[in-house]
């Protein structure tokens, strides 16, 4: 059973900087893509930041230009550099994995992002 682990949630002023990272263990294959959602009190969760293995990247528009994602594929770690933070990035978020050979997706416990105006 795939486990995802995060770290690096907090609070910030609006305007600072985060990182959060995850680390991927439990499958002998590496995840074909990772990412990032976050799930904000009263509305449902959305992906904000995806990587594939390849290293290609999707972002959502509200994070466009602020946040960036990398991974390490030896390692299954995936990092989220969150930059210009704003009172609306407050939310918890949760590391993704999706294992494209298995058609599964997996995703963390979560971790809170408190960004204060």
């Known amino acids: 059973q795939a486990q995802l682990v995060e770290s690096g949630g907090g609070l910030v002023q609006a305007g600072g900087s985060l990182r959060l990272s995850c680390a991927a263990s439990?499958?002998?294959?590496?995840?074909?893509?990772m990412g990032w959602g976050r799930q904000a009190p009263g509305k449902q969760r959305e992906l904000v930041a995806t990587?594939?293995?390849?290293?290609?990247?999707n972002f959502a528009d509200s994070v466009k230009g602020r946040f960036t994602i990398s991974r390490d594929n030896g390692k299954n770690t995936v990092l989220l550099q969150m930059n210009s933070l704003k009172p609306e990035d407050t939310a918890v978020y949760y590391c993704?994995?999706?294992?494209?050979?298995?058609?599964?997706?997996?995703w963390g416990q979560g971790t809170q992002v408190t960004v204060s105006s």
């Open positions: 990587i594939t293995d390849g290293n290609s990247t």
């Open positions: 993704y994995a999706h294992w494209a050979i298995f058609a599964r997706d997996s």
């Open positions: 439990g499958s002998i294959f590496s995840p074909s893509t």
